[in-house]
């Protein structure tokens, strides 16, 4: 491992030149085939995964929690890139990150703390040329299941958006998104909604109920995150007596 692609602070064009606009106004071309779920590297299709928050309850940056042989980030980057290329991880301004992978794109906020929707700007920004569709990821999912990634993209469809609704809850931050939905993303921004769920009301979504991935997580282990140090004392008593596996 060696130190990341700097992408900073907000865009990279097809050929590589930075833009200072935070937001790119301007649609991408569409459409895109669907894509197959399972273990393929999906064509044009990217991971986003976001660590830049507060991590307040916590009480230090779950990006570099331990977590067996390496921290946090580093999995679930490490577990995201079986299935998709090019890799962005979204961090705040300044944030010292773990060691990543040189292929991996790391783009810096430009404003501290407006939560995932900014977020999900900001990869996407990253992305412009680079692919067509990301799947979106929060750093602290241990169990995070690269089938369970792949099968959210894989039931995109002709939506804009497909999201995992389990018990009556949305997970944005389990999601598979279309680069060409930036612009609605940096309109919810700018009227301060700043929920990634509020783009669902706007754009076509499937929504994926549990009985959609019993294959393949039945426990849904893929969407526990970890935001307190009880929570992640649990996790590694459950991973220490995993048996030894895929992760």
Partial sequence: MNSQSAFSPFSVSSEGERSSESCVKTPLPSPLPEVQGGHKRAAKTAGIVLCGGRSSRMGQPKAWLPFGDEVLLQRVVRILREAFDPLVVVAAPDQRLPALPDSVIVAHDDREYLGPLNGLAVGLTALQGRAEIAYLSSCDVPFLRVDF???????????????????????????????????????????????????????????????????????????????SSEEYEAALREFSHAPAGPA
């Fill in 149 to 227: 990634a792949a099968r959210v993209v894989g039931r995109l469809g002709n939506s804009s958006i497909c999201m995992p609704d389990v018990g009556g809850y949305k997970h944005p931050l389990a999601a598979a998104y279309r680069v060409d939905v930036l612009p609605l993303a940096c309109e919810l921004l700018d009227t301060g909604r700043l929920r990634p769920v509020f783009l669902t009301e706007t754009v076509p979504t499937r929504f994926l109920l549990a009985e959609e991935f019993a294959d393949i997580d039945p426990e849904l282990l893929s969407l526990r995150n970890v935001n």
